[in-house]
T-cell receptor, first 114, second 113 residues
Framework: DAGITQSPRHKVTETGTPVTLRCHQTENHRYMYWYRQDPGHGLRLIHYSYGVKDTDKGEVSDGYSVSRSKTEDFLLTLESATSSQTSVYFC?????????????FGPGTRLTVT | KQEVTQIPAALSVPEGENLVLNCSFTDSAIYNLQWFRQDPGKGLTSLLLIQSSQREQTSGRLNASLDKSSGRSTLYIAASQPGDSATYLCAVRPPSGTYKYIFGTGTRLKVLA
């Protein structure tokens, strides 16, 4: 298994509070991604990073921000959590080695906003 | 805009049956296509990746094919087992220059003992 960890694995928070999720990799992969998975919508990209301090928006980026100060860590922040952000959040990594860009996923964080 | 569809959404088969899962995409200009398995409450596990220049990839009892011109990929599972029960997702990566993957909503497979 690819060395990807996510923390916390479960979190319950109240509406309006800030929340930060962490993704940590030991593979030295260049690209990192944050997705959310919801019934009926599948996996949707929130933000991704193509290098340290290089990030870009995905299709559902409103209400989320990210930071990547070093290769191994990619942080997702909900500035002011809302109930619509209740979801399972997955981090993924990929690398252009061999031109494959194969994606590997972390175990996920289940976030509940009450 | 690229869209990825997986039909059926759910499938039940008896143990031992050979089966095919489908993945359709609307834009044939893709860089690669990846198949994943997801067990309940778990993350996604990569099964096979097919580059745009390839026609198929094999791993054990799994065989994935790619037909870009028709916008289709299939995942063939031979001699299915109850342990194959999971949700199977496909994802396409658009051409070079973008790093975003687009996912289908998956097929939930149940193999009955």
């Amino acid at each position: 298994d690819a060395g990807i960890t996510q923390s916390p694995r479960h979190k319950v928070t109240e509406t309006g509070t800030p929340v930060t999720l962490r993704c940590h990799q030991t593979e030295n992969h260049r690209y990192m991604y944050w997705y959310r998975q919801d019934p009926g919508h599948g996996l949707r990209l929130i933000h991704y990073s193509y290098g340290v301090k290089d990030t870009d928006k995905g299709e559902v980026s409103d209400g989320y921000s990210v930071s990547r100060s070093k290769t191994e860590d990619f942080l997702l922040t909900l500035e002011s959590a809302t109930s619509s952000q209740t979801s399972v959040y997955f981090c993924a990594i990929s690398d252009p080695s061999g031109s494959s860009y194969e994606q590997y996923f972390g175990p996920g964080t289940r976030l509940t906003v009450t | 805009k690229q869209e990825v569809t997986q039909i059926p959404a759910a499938l039940s088969v008896p143990e031992g049956e050979n089966l095919v899962l489908n993945c359709s995409f609307t834009d044939s200009a893709i860089y690669n296509l990846q198949w994943f398995r997801q067990d309940p409450g778990k993350g996604l596990t990569s099964l096979l990746l097919i580059q745009s220049s390839q026609r198929e990839q094999t791993s054990g009892r799994l065989n994935a094919s790619l037909d870009k011109s028709s916008g289709r990929s299939t995942l063939y599972i031979a001699a299915s087992q109850p342990g194959d029960s999971a949700t199977y997702l496909c994802a396409v990566r658009p051409p070079s220059g973008t790093y975003k993957y687009i996912f289908g909503t998956g097929t939930r497979l149940k193999v009955l003992a």
